[in-house]
């Protein structure tokens, strides 16, 4: 190892392997205490009805292997991993994804007997979101959002400083009511308006015809079909009313936007900033803007949990 | 001092004097370790467009000395005050209120030059929060939400085990948005539906006569009266709409109902606790509670945050 050491710099903390399991697929990747990702790779996302947590935990163990027989110049020192759904960070358990089918996995104790290195476990969103927070673009807030938006959402919440977590419960801004803006009389979920994944939906319903996705409706909207500009109008309505709810309750001063909605850039962000500023009448309106370390923040952050076990300074990310 | 110990239990820390500043009067009293409050009296708030913050700190140094006079006995070693409005703590200064008229005041550095002791300052209801969080009706609670709904409706916001500040802004309840009952294109702000002053003057307004207040209204709502029926389910609708946003985004567990409409008891807490329960899609609800320590508690939380100052234990409270 000695030799390894330069005299000109720290050789900082040793690399880590880190893991985002997704619900399309498997994120993982080498990461240097500089954030610099080594070997980076997608692998399907196992479906095991009978045991969709090992099976899970099982791919994670056939990646570490096969990155430790690729990168042995890379030795990690700790993995980090990171699940959808709701997860008691603490307890180390994935308390519920009823996408890829477990209940009350406990993720962090199996992974720590599968895999031979220590092992940080965590939330998918609340890591990303643990990212930006200390090396992205909510890095000056201490009351920040971080909103994942895809075919969901979901945000980590940052309070003081710090994330909340709520055992698990928190940031679930999906699941918050909306006014439904088919029939006002009604509410609707937030993520039936304004993810990426019902823009899209909700374009081929009202338009009788399939889309590739929310940025397909974007340009469809920019060229001005009405029913594209409908659809949009009412989704950033959404994410307005959304937001201005947090800024009433928690005085959050950043909003990060990321997930597959984040590509429309100023289109998105321009307007949906105007909205939020319809809806507050206290005297403070946030920042929103757009994600720093973009689809690998997820990444990063499992990188950064697994860099805390070995080392109470975290060590810098990009 | 020594002849005041007894030798059957600890004197515990000292006598401590409070005042809980409102928009109609000033509630003070020497508040006892245990949480007995001494010489509790109202004085009237007062109004001095030209030096609003000036002429409160006035009326408290006058009450000081008469404390000091009237109770030689219990010599306080600091005081606690609370004030409503925006209030920054950490900074020490009151931000705004509009009902009494300051805007950026040092309070804290003003009250400690006027009185002889160590002076702890804060927001009223961030402090009547922590006395329900610390020793009332959420001390189980690690995510809890105490609402003060009465005139308007504010709320202290503790998440992780922590009341949460965001720069003064966290907790303002009341300014978040709910669809309006009346137009259900539009939406207004929760307090004016489903704080206990608006369901007053909403049904003054819809039935054209004065009442009393929001008790009157309930009374004339289980005597039959439509209107009044109308407007308290309303209010109801209104106030579960906010609750359930706050569960999504905090995986708030109690719910602390505060302020002038706690007196409706069950009448208001069994139709809330359904009502929230239909509008929550995650499998968690929240405990919906009235208040314990009633109208008392933003004098014991001042005087808690008192306490704070003399020990880094707050001792007990009821």
């Known amino acids: 190892m000695d030799t390894a050491v330069t005299d000109t710099a720290s050789p ?9 399991v997704g619900g ?34 099982a791919v994670l163990a056939r990646l570490a292997a096969g990155y430790r027989a ?24 994935g308390i519920l994804s009823s996408n ?7 993720f962090a104790a199996r992974a720590r007997a599968l895999l031979n290195a220590p092992v940080a476990f965590g939330h998918d969103v609340g890591a990303a979101g643990e990212a930006e927070f200390r090396s992205g673009a909510a890095r000056d807030s201490e009351d920040a959002i971080v909103m994942v938006n895809g075919t969901g959402i979901a945000a980590a919440i940052f309070c003081d400083g710090r994330r909340i977590k709520g055992g698990g419960y928190a940031g679930e801004l999906g699941h918050a009511r909306v006014p439904d803006p088919d029939d006002p009389r009604r509410t609707v979920l937030l993520e039936s308006v304004g993810s990426a994944g019902s823009i899209a939906a909700r374009y081929s ?6 889309v590739t996705g929310s940025r397909e409706v974007l340009d469809l909207a920019s060229s001005g079909d009405k029913a594209a500009q409908r659809v ?3 989704a950033i309505d959404a994410l307005a009313f959304s937001i201005a709810q947090c ?11 990321g997930g597959g909605i984040s590509g429309a850039g100023e289109s998105l962000l321009a307007p949906l900033r105007q ?44």
């Open 232 to 234: 949009w109008a009412q």
């Open 70 to 93: 690729s990168y042995p110049q890379l030795p990690f020192d700790a993995v980090g991993f990171v699940v959808p759904g709701l997860v008691d960070e603490d307890a180390g358990i």
């Open 12 to 20: 900082g903390p040793g690399p880590v392997l880190a893991f985002d």
């Open 275 to 318: 909205a939020v500023d319809d809806r507050l009448t206290l005297p403070m309106r946030p920042r929103i803007v757009p994600t720093l370390l973009g689809e690998n923040a997820g990444l990063l952050g499992a990188a950064l949990k697994a860099r805390q076990l070995l080392d109470q300074d975290p060590g810098g990310l990009p």
């Open 205 to 210: 319903s009202a338009a009788g015809r399939a």
């Open 24 to 57: 399309t697929d498997i994120k993982s990747g080498i990461v240097l205490a500089g954030g610099r990702i080594v070997g980076l790779r997608r692998s399907p996302t196992p479906r095991d009805a009978s045991d969709p947590g090992g099976a899970v935990l």
């Open 247 to 257: 800024v009433c309750i928690l005085g959050t001063e950043t909003v990060v936007i």
């Open 100 to 106: 890829l089918g477990w209940r009350d996995y406990p």
